[in-house]
């Protein structure tokens, strides 16, 4: 008889935004008038740029040609997107990057699961806390998580990195030492962003150690200030400790037509070993590329006109959070992020249990936000504010939630 994989069996039931949904639609069954503003999602809701969709049409076009056909392309991605990663998102920035590096994909989410991959069950595993489940949840269904203790909202095996306000949301390098190391600048869900400063010392600290710094930047471009790096290999040492995880879901509105990137620098190894061979033999195993339209979609980003368009995008989820962060901050509440990132890290008055605030906010506001406690222990007391929604709903919202405290 068949053996399943039991690590499934230990995971908690995909909890938060089921629950999140669940209340929403128990409060509106009840208040049929009620119009909820969902401050709630993670995804976007700008349209891609016209730039993008014309390199689409093309694509597309090409496609019904016998000479512009393109049926399997390379696995790691065509050339012509690589390159224009290389030259724009790390080149322009003066950071070193070869286009055999880049791994072009269907999603970071994908492969911040997928990575476990080449790695042994036996790494010691340090995550945020709170975090992007994602992290959490892969390594569980690998074996590397240990057991859930449902008690404590932790798995036994993983080591939890408290990101709360004393340490400016920031994690700080645990006792016992960690094999594999996830950090998300900018955070979701804190929205708190590591310093050139603080990523030098992770950086510092893996290589010391032998670890392995998993960086997931999904939200780099929000980032504006000036001591914030926008890749980790803008930190030295890097290339010998860390992968970095980007996507064109947030930056170009592509949450819909899924493309991303990896990078594994070539002078990263252990036990001899390089593990963008490793990658690359994963990839090439289990992945057969991301389609031809979306990455010709992709690249057309990186035109300057492109560039602008995307950027217009930007500075409209960029506003939002503006609007929710100085708004909410006005009617005498206390946010974080905001700033570098599109969520806002809102504590709840009073010390009141995020879900208890999420159930307010619903009721007396109308607005739908996500609890901080369903990203882990530490996110207990806070809720999650995101900037991807509509601006003029986004205003009516933090008006709405103002007035609950006038
Ligand atoms: N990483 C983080 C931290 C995220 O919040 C998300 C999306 O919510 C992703 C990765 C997923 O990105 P993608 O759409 O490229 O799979």
């Not at 393109?70 to 920035?93: M, N, T, V």
């Amino acid at each position: 008889m068949v053996k399943i994989n039991e690590n499934f069996l230990k995971l908690p039931g995909s909890y938060l935004f089921s629950e999140v949904n669940r209340r929403i639609n128990a409060y509106t069954a009840g208040h049929p008038e009620a119009k909820i503003i969902k401050l709630s999602i993670g995804d976007v809701t700008r349209p891609l740029v016209p730039e993008v969709i014309k390199a689409m049409h093309a694509a597309v076009e090409e496609q019904g040609t016998a000479e512009g056909f393109h049926g399997y392309g390379p696995e790691q991605g065509y050339e012509f997107l690589r390159e224009a990663i290389a030259r724009s998102d790390y080149k322009r920035r003066g950071v070193d990057v070869l286009a055999g590096e880049i791994f072009v994909s269907d999603g970071a989410k994908s492969d911040c699961g997928n990575i476990g991959d080449i790695f042994g069950v036996d790494n010691v595993v340090a995550v945020c806390d709170p975090v992007y489940p994602v992290y959490v949840d892969t390594n569980a269904m690998a074996g590397r998580a240990g057991e859930y203790q449902e008690e404590l909202g932790k798995w036994n095996r993983l080591i939890y990195m408290p990101c709360v306000e004393s340490n400016g949301f920031s994690p700080e390098p645990p006792k016992e030492i960690p094999d594999i190391i996830y950090i998300c600048s900018p955070n979701n869900p804190t929205g708190a962003v590591m310093t050139k400063d603080q990523l030098t010392v992770w950086v510092d600290y893996a290589n010391a150690h032998g670890s392995i710094i998993l960086y997931d930047s999904a939200y780099e471009c929000f980032i504006t200030s000036d001591n914030v790096p926008h890749t980790i290999f803008e930190v030295e040492g890097a290339r010998t400790c860390a992968i970095e995880f980007r996507s064109f879901s947030k930056t170009a509105g592509f949450t819909g037509n899924r493309c991303a990137y990896t990078v594994v620098p070539m002078e990263l190894e252990r036990g001899g070993v390089k593990l963008n061979t490793l990658w690359n033999r994963r990839q090439t195993t289990k992945f057969n590329g991301v389609p031809y339209v979306v990455q010709r979609g992709a690249a057309a980003i990186y035109t300057e006109e492109g560039q602008k368009q995307i950027l217009a995008n930007i500075d409209y989820y960029r506003e939002n959070a503006r609007v929710i962060r100085e708004g909410l901050t006005a009617a005498g509440l206390t946010c974080f992020g905001g700033v570098d990132a599109p969520y806002i890290w809102l504590k709840t008055p009073d010390g009141v249990g995020s879900w208890d605030f999420f159930d307010q906010v619903l009721a007396q506001a109308n607005v739908a936000t996500t609890p901080g406690a369903g990203f882990g222990p530490s996110g207990e007391g806070y809720i999650r504010l995101t900037a991807f929604g509509e601006a003029e709903a986004t205003r009516t919202a933090v008006e709405r939630v103002r007035n609950m405290f006038r």
